[in-house]
């Protein structure tokens, strides 16, 4: 019964656990964040590691420079993992991490952390999310070829049904599918080819038999998203709820009830959230939350909400606690878990998860013809259809086909009190961060035994080459002192590193609108003072590797009759200057949404310069403070564009602007 609730009323629900996504700057702030966040009535962890974590990177390595600590915590061995839980006792603890390339890393130095606390793994209870198709797809921290993923995949996986039973060894990741423009429907088949794939595979290369395959189906979970129309989410939630069950029937044999149950957890919706009139993304989360709650027989056993002006940077705790408060109101003051399924016998609700499980079923069948979730990965299936519904829904919210309040209709506003202090009303993350962190890294090094080391990575490096489970090896790596650079630079030369498809096509798009067209001739007319066809690169600098908006710049450049050069994520300054001087290209669009705008952008400038280049217009896209934005331009750049900015036909005639003025120059 909640505080304050009659006597009288009815038994409630357990309710779902409460998470927040954190983590940033150094394991020790974070850490004092999760203890302040577990004060205040959060019951679990989700951890959010920097992108050089995510990929396989020490905090000094180049490719890091700029991203250290900006969108998680860094964690390079062992004493940052321990620092991280410090005063967190983990066997009572319930952690997700995010991680997904160098997940068998991150869980190695888990257990390695847990066994100094004096917790044995068999005691842990967590999930990584483990989940490298959806990386190739949308999210872009993928570092191995599709086959030695799915092989470090499914290692985890016969790793932990019997060493770590509590464990869920893999998060199948829809949301981040979502976030890439995934329709219902694709969110839902997508999901389920990835996790026949992994079962498939897992089935394949560890002989399971059947009652550890039941055991393996039962611990796999699932990750989703929720969006502003949340009774169509309630109605994907109950179709993927029914397929999933279908398809460990049917498939696998598997007839263990509690085995067959979707165990799924949720974060609302980033997506829709808005840079413009950022207060109303507070209503839209709590709404977007009502469609993984509303429903009991699909009701999200965990929820993440993101905060309010995650549009406009980092979350403040502050801002964090509001999203957790808001989960206790709706879970401990309404009576919400007091009452059996209220959607059973809806003709509406019934109708519409039957429509979208038989569409559904259709498009699993597709992909598992075409030799399932990893031959769509490599014949840019499953990209591209991604790519086409984002630029579909663009294009509705562009022509207000799509309505989105305070950014194409009721844009009329007065100043929000919530974001008068400007960029305190955000978290940044100090720039001495990651001087701190690499000076850390450099006096651990300095005090591990090399001896230890080397020989913990001998008999890594034996192990795999041998094909043996990468467990094992990992965790007694990780209590050797190894970091995080050492373990993936050794997968790499083993493994050698994938760059995936853009799902970007060549061809611009036939028909369009008047302002289209009108920027097309606008191109056509500048073009022919170029003398050539005006050439746009569009570049992906640092080790961010949410592509969408680059996607759908480089999409919209083509279709305005633009030349494009766009070669996916994880490019380096160098590698940027480099492609423009070898394409000769007319502007240069960079693309980042880490934080490490200030770095990266400047370094790209600056070499333009040194490289005789510095003529070459620069725009720049991204989550950009104002205060960020102006010293970007004051260093040279010619144009910043904010989610605010939505309408990309315009943001292409002022590209076109920018072009012609500087040939003009």
Wanted: a negative charge; aromatic letters at 6%.
């Amino acid at each position: 019964m909640s505080p304050g609730a009659p006597s009288d009323s009815p038994r409630r629900d357990r309710p779902w656990l409460f998470r927040t996504y954190s983590g940033h700057s150094s394991a020790r702030a974070s850490n004092a964040l999760y203890r302040s966040n577990l004060a205040r009535g959060q019951t679990g962890l989700s951890v959010a590691f920097d992108l050089p974590t995510q990929t396989g990177y020490d905090s000094d390595h180049p490719l890091a420079r700029g991203e250290v600590g900006k969108v998680g915590v860094p964690i390079g061995h062992i004493d940052d993992m321990q620092l991280l839980f410090e005063e967190i006792p983990l066997e009572r603890m319930n952690t997700s991490m995010t991680i997904n390339a160098t997940a068998a890393w991150l869980l190695a130095l888990y257990i390695a952390t847990a066994e100094r606390q004096g917790t044995d793994q068999s005691a842990l209870r967590g999930t990584t999310q483990n989940d490298i198709v959806k990386e190739y797809l949308s999210r872009g921290t993928f570092v191995f070829p599709p086959e030695a993923s799915m092989r470090l995949t499914s290692e985890i996986v016969s790793y932990t049904v019997d060493h770590v039973p509590n464990w869920n060894p893999i998060n199948i990741c829809s949301y981040h599918l979502q976030e890439a423009g995934a329709t219902p429907v694709q969110e839902i088949a997508f999901a389920m080819a990835n996790a026949i794939s992994v079962l498939d595979f897992v089935k394949e290369r560890a002989k399971v038999d059947d009652e550890t395959l039941a055991r393996i189906f039962g611990r796999i979970s699932f990750f989703l998203n929720a969006g502003i129309r949340f009774v169509e989410e309630m109605c994907k939630c109950r179709a993927m709820t029914r397929l999933w069950e279908e398809i460990g029937r049917e498939r696998y044999g598997i007839d263990d009830a509690k085995m067959l149950r979707l165990r799924y957890g949720v974060q609302v919706n980033s997506l829709g959230l808005t840079e413009a009139q950022p207060e109303n993304n507070i209503v839209r989360i709590a709404l977007e939350a009502l469609g993984v709650t509303l429903s009991k027989r699909a009701r999200a056993r965990s929820l993440q909400l993101p905060a309010w002006n995650e549009a406009l940077g980092l979350p403040r705790p502050w801002d964090q606690q509001l999203s957790l408060r808001t989960q206790q109101i709706l879970a401990f003051e309404t009576d919400l878990l007091e009452y059996p399924d209220l959607f059973d016998g809806s003709h509406v609700v019934e109708a519409r998860t039957d429509e979208l499980l038989e569409a559904a079923r259709t498009e699993l069948e597709r992909v598992l013809d075409m030799g399932g979730a990893v031959a769509a990965v490599d014949n840019a299936y499953m990209k591209q259809k991604l790519v086409e519904s984002h630029t579909a829904r663009l294009r509705a919210i562009e022509s207000g086909e799509l309505t989105v309040v305070g950014v194409n209709s009721f844009e009329e506003s007065v100043e929000s009190p919530l974001t008068a202090e400007g960029s305190s009303s955000i978290l940044k993350v100090d720039e001495s961060a990651e001087r701190e962190q690499i000076a850390a890294l450099e006096a651990f090094r300095s005090r591990r035994n090399d001896d230890e080391v080397k020989r913990a990575l001998r008999q890594l490096e034996d192990v795999v080459k041998d094909g043996g489970n990468i467990m094992p090896p990992s965790i007694d790596a990780a209590k050797a002192g190894v970091t995080t650079g050492e373990w993936s630079q050794l997968l790499r030369d083993i493994f050698g590193e994938y760059r995936a498809p853009t799902g970007v096509s060549a061809a611009p798009r036939a028909e369009a609108s008047d302002d289209v067209q009108a920027v097309r001739e606008r191109v056509d007319a500048v073009s022919g003072e170029l003398g050539r066809r005006l050439k746009i690169l569009v570049g992906k600098p640092g080790l961010d590797g949410h592509s969408n908006g680059a996607e759908q710049i480089a999409v919209k450049a083509r279709d305005v009759g633009m030349e494009v050069v766009y070669d996916g994520i994880r490019l380096t300054p160098e590698e940027i200057v480099q492609s423009a001087q070898d394409e000769g290209v007319h502007v240069i669009g960079l693309s980042i949404l880490s934080g490490s705008h200030g770095v990266l952008v400047t370094d790209v400038v600056d070499r333009l310069r040194k490289t005789g280049l510095g003529d070459l217009p620069v725009v720049v896209g991204g989550i950009i403070p104002d205060d960020d934005a102006r010293a970007l331009e004051e260093a040279g750049v010619r144009r910043v564009y904010t989610p605010k900015d939505f309408d990309l036909t315009k943001i292409m005639s002022e590209i076109v602007d920018v072009v012609s003025e500087s040939n003009a120059a």
